[in-house]
């Protein structure tokens, strides 16, 4: 059992909706998002730490 998995927290799903390569515009309203970071954890806090965390990893540059 991994520590994420002992302390009740961890990712659920990454998704994108663009594809490699795609030009990626800055999102000014809701609709404009090309993706989204889903977690679970025992509190809003640290599921937006897990978020946070997995966040810093992924690289995307916009134009």
């Known amino acids: 059992m ?4 002992k302390s009740g927290e961890g ?10 390569g795609a030009t990626i515009r800055q999102a000014l309203k809701s ?3 090309a993706g989204y970071v889903l977690a679970y954890a025992d509190t809003v806090q640290q ?3 897990v978020c946070r965390e997995v966040s810093t990893r992924l690289v995307l540059e916009t134009a």
Do not use: G, K, N, P
Request: charged content about 35%; aromatic content about 0%; cysteine-free.
């Open 2 to 5: 991994s520590a994420d998995e």
């Open 11 to 20: 990712l659920m799903d990454i998704s994108l909706a663009v594809e490699l």
């Open 31 to 33: 609709e404009d998002r």
């Open 47 to 49: 599921a937006q730490a």
